[in-house]
């Protein structure tokens, strides 16, 4: 298996162009397509919390054809990004879209707007922490899983896919609540380590319950300027930047300490691993380490995406780590 994830296929299939997310008609859901273009639902997913109150969750599914028995993968995303760090525009000539390419796999894809971000529901930031995040996906899982919903078709398969942040949510999510078969954590090493990151900017972040980063900081942290093309960061900055909770940041500072506040070591699926050899804040160096955190896991796989940064699916070669988790997910998840 690690020699299939060192190999970064070339792509199969070039995403079909589509509109961009919400901006076509929706699809029947699971109808037929008379076409190979790639549909695009936005879905609103009810969620209620530790208060009692209901909130919404939004997210958008990406499919060709039908979704109908095909594996799903829900995309989780980190601070600061909405659903579209997932679907990102073609720019200069590169397809950036991870949603798109999958659902040319012929994957179903679901890419979530998190509580706090996006389209889904802002309650108070410093309520929204990760706990209450965890809970929501749980429940948008479970809304997945039974027919009649959201969904007119439940999903029999199910890979929770998190990029930074996400991918602590989506740990806590699995080893709390279990609902998923697999877990594909990206951009995140929970390895302690020190962030290059001066700890009084880190508390500068902190007076209030909204965060947002200026462009100078995601520039310089989340890319890797080599293998980044500048107008793509400017889209970054310009289109897709969004703010996240207090309450989630305190609680990402807390997973830095203690792995264990992300439930790392109940996790019981098979995981995935992946992280670009260029991250400044998770170095690829540590992906032996972070395997060995996750101890009721039965099968860890580790994978490096060559030349990117922090955000994997934004930079010239991204390609590279998406052929990396097909390959994975045909051998933990197959389509039949």
């Known amino acids: 298996m690690e020699e299939v994830l060192k190999r970064a296929k070339a792509v199969t299939s070039p995403a079909t162009a589509a509109a961009p997310a919400g901006g076509e008609a929706a699809a029947e859901p699971g109808g037929q397509a008379s076409s190979h273009a790639i549909?695009?639902?936005?879905?609103?997913?009810?969620?209620?919390?530790?208060d009692g109150k209901t909130y919404e969750v939004v997210g958008y599914l990406y499919y060709k054809g039908s979704y109908k028995h095909r594996p799903l993968q829900v995309l989780v995303h980190g601070t600061t990004y909405t659903h579209k760090?997932?679907?990102?525009?073609?720019?200069?000539?590169?397809?950036?879209?991870?949603?798109?390419?999958m659902a040319d796999q012929e994957y179903a894809v679901l890419a979530l707007d998190s509580l706090?971000?996006?389209e889904s529901s802002k309650p108070d930031g410093d309520f929204i922490n990760l706990a209450e995040t965890a809970a929501s996906v749980r429940q948008v899982l479970a809304e997945l899983r039974g027919p009649g919903g959201v969904v007119d078709s439940g999903f029999d398969k199910i890979a929770l896919v998190g990029h930074s942040f996400g991918a602590v949510i989506n740990s806590l999510v699995q080893s709390t609540y279990g609902g998923v078969e697999v877990l594909v954590n990206t951009g995140f090493a929970f390895t302690p380590h020190e962030l290059p990151i001066p700890p009084d900017a880190i508390a500068a972040l902190l007076g209030t319950p909204y965060i947002g980063l200026p462009p100078e900081f995601r520039a310089a942290f989340f890319y890797h300027a080599p293998t980044a093309d500048a107008a793509v960061i400017a889209h970054d900055?310009?289109?897709?930047?969004?703010?996240?909770?207090r309450g989630q940041l305190l609680d990402m500072i807390a997973v830095f300490s203690d792995p264990g506040a992300a439930g790392i070591g109940r996790v019981t699926g098979p995981v995935l691993i992946q992280l670009g050899e260029n991250d400044g804040l998770h170095p690829a160096s540590l992906l032996a380490d972070d395997a060995a955190l996750y101890a009721?896991?039965?099968?860890?796989?580790?994978?490096?995406?060559?030349?990117?940064?922090?955000?994997?699916?934004?930079h010239l070669g991204a390609v590279a780590g998406w052929a990396q988790i097909?390959?994975?997910?045909a051998v933990t998840l197959p389509a039949s």
């Open 237 to 245: 900055n310009a289109e897709v930047a969004d703010t996240f909770t």
């Open 39 to 50: 549909k695009v639902d936005r879905l609103v997913f009810p969620v209620t919390l530790s």
């Open 116 to 118: 706090g971000a996006g």
């Open 296 to 314: 009721g896991s039965p099968q860890v796989a580790t994978a490096t995406v060559p030349g990117v940064g922090h955000l994997l699916n934004a």
């Open 326 to 329: 097909v390959d994975w997910l």
């Open 85 to 101: 760090y997932w679907d990102l525009p073609a720019i200069n000539g590169v397809d950036y879209s991870y949603a798109r390419y």
